[in-house]
């Protein structure tokens, strides 16, 4: 996180994070996060750094592939993901759990067009159930304004990125995968109107407007045209799509 965290510093980032007491200081858990985009794993890793801690992120094959991302992503141990067959990287997740770590996932698997939350996997639930450790609810908000999904880039100083974690969920002794993952979703979709809803930029003009939903006055996608757009982008670049 060193290397990111001197770019965040040059770009500066002006960072904003709620709730960094819910990471625990010691021990393992599932941290889960939103998606909107490529550097929500850095985002997410930076907020826990006042823990004093390091997550351990799934991420797509393809990432530890590329010369210079890839050495960082082996350098700082997390985990490849190849979409065709996740049970290798399951059970990786499975193996820092039990060593102590906190593994990052993300439910929803790729990036959301829409910026709200997608319907889940049953990944993150299921290594929390498994293993009886506790669900961390994680949000990012204004990230996706950086570098995210169709070319979108920027290079602005100062964008605002805010980061609020939610209480630990913790497995009923008889909930199934399918319920807790259900919980995370609510919790994690209250967690991010309140980023979005406190977030201190506004959109500059109507072509700025891109980053918000649909349902806060933006352009982007509403949930089922986003649906769409991930299909058709899926069809045209395979498996090198986020």
């Known amino acids: 996180m060193a290397t990111f965290g001197l770019l965040f510093s040059l770009m500066g980032y002006r960072f904003e994070v709620r709730g960094a007491e819910h990471l625990p200081r010691e021990g393992p858990g599932v941290v889960a996060g939103n998606h909107i985009g490529f550097l929500d794993f850095t985002f997410i890793g930076y907020a826990a750094r006042e823990r004093?801690?390091?997550?351990?992120?799934?991420?797509k094959t393809?990432?530890?592939?590329?010369?210079?991302?890839?050495?960082?992503?082996?350098?700082?141990?997390?985990?490849?993901?190849?979409?065709k067959s996740g049970a290798r990287a399951y059970r990786q997740a499975l193996r820092l759990v039990d060593e102590g770590e906190l593994v990052g996932i993300f439910p929803e698997a790729t990036i959301s067009r829409s910026w709200l939350l997608k319907p889940f996997k049953r990944g993150a639930a299921g290594v929390a159930v498994s293993r009886r450790v506790p669900?961390?609810?994680v949000v990012v908000?204004?990230?996706?304004?950086?570098?995210?999904?169709?070319?979108?880039?920027?290079?602005?100083?100062?964008?605002?990125?805010?980061?609020?974690?939610?209480?630990?969920?913790?497995?009923?002794?008889d909930e199934s995968i399918d319920?807790?993952?259900?919980r995370l979703h609510v919790a994690m979709a209250a967690l991010l109107e309140e980023a979005i809803?406190?977030?201190?930029?506004?959109?500059r003009d109507d072509e700025d407007r891109w980053w918000l939903p649909y349902d806060h006055g933006g352009t982007a996608p509403d949930v089922e045209t986003a649906a769409q757009l991930d299909r058709e982008a899926v069809a045209r670049l395979g498996d090198s799509f986020e």
């Open 62 to 83: 393809s990432l530890f592939e590329a010369p210079v991302a890839g050495r960082l992503m082996r350098a700082m141990r997390h985990i490849p993901v190849d979409r």
């Open 197 to 203: 809803t406190t977030y201190p930029d506004r959109p």
């Open 179 to 182: 319920e807790l993952s259900a």
């Open 141 to 173: 908000w204004g990230g996706h304004r950086v570098f995210t999904v169709d070319g979108r880039r920027s290079i602005r100083r100062r964008i605002p990125i805010t980061i609020v974690v939610g209480e630990p969920l913790h497995a009923g002794e």
């Open 52 to 59: 004093g801690r390091l997550i351990r992120f799934m991420s």
């Open 135 to 137: 669900l961390i609810p």
